[in-house]
């Protein structure tokens, strides 16, 4: 597709369901970007990857929170024994690399109940 | 840490008015500067951006300029349209090359016709 496409759109899980939110890139984009966006938040960075290495996973808040890219493509975050402070929207993006811009996906809003 | 605050919303504005949303940023060091804008329903897009003090990012009619001796990026426009309606973020990044940005926490603008 033209744009970074983020599914699902929306999941809704219990508490203590462990979730997988999945990013496809835009072809070619070197680099992957995750981040968790609450309600009336801005934007906050979970991990990033160049190519299909994790070269920083500083922003990821628990080791609840799990990210890989092993192709250095499609980027699959996972969040097991969700709790209900994880609902937020979660962003991915992708640039070229280096300096060049960087696209958003519209999100997964994720609701643990 | 590094930090971006802005202006808190909402805003809103009638058809032609000037725009001004205030963005300030605390750092160790000279980052890169960013304006975001998310249009109802859709990804953060790049708005402009500043990589060094008294550039001036601009597009769309929006501009903002990096103020070292302020550590300020306020965004302006001087006739805003119904369709300049969104959710914007300022936003800071030191490494250029590197994934990781630091968003403040969105202005939400609305222009009435």
């Known amino acids: 597709g033209a744009g970074v496409s983020q599914s699902p759109r929306y999941k809704v899980a219990k508490r203590g369901q462990d979730v997988a939110l999945r990013c496809d890139p835009i072809?070619?984009?070197?680099?992957l970007f995750w981040y968790q966006q609450a309600l009336g938040q801005g934007p906050e960075f979970l991990t990033y990857f160049q190519n299909e290495a994790q070269l920083d996973k500083s922003g990821l808040p628990s080791d609840r929170f799990f990210a890989e890219r092993p192709e250095g493509s499609v980027s699959t975050l996972k969040i097991q024994r969700t709790q209900q402070e994880d609902s937020a929207v979660y962003l991915c993006a992708s640039s070229l690399g280096g300096p060049t811009e960087a696209f958003f996906g519209q999100g997964t809003r994720l609701t643990v109940v | 840490g590094n930090s971006v605050t802005q202006m808190e919303g909402p805003v809103t504005l009638s058809e032609e008015a000037f725009l001004t949303i205030n963005c300030t940023y605390t750092a160790t060091g000279y980052p890169s500067l960013f304006w975001y804008v998310q249009y109802p329903g859709e990804g953060l897009q790049l708005l402009l951006k500043a990589t060094k003090a008294d550039d001036k990012g601009s597009n769309k009619g929006f501009e903002a300029t990096y103020r070292k001796e302020t550590t300020s990026f306020h965004l302006e426009k001087g006739s805003v349209q119904v369709s300049d309606s969104a959710v914007y973020f300022c936003a800071l990044k030191f490494d250029p090359n590197a994934g990781k940005s630091t968003f403040g926490d969105g202005t939400t603008l609305t222009v009435k016709p």
């Open positions: 072809s070619g984009h070197v680099s």
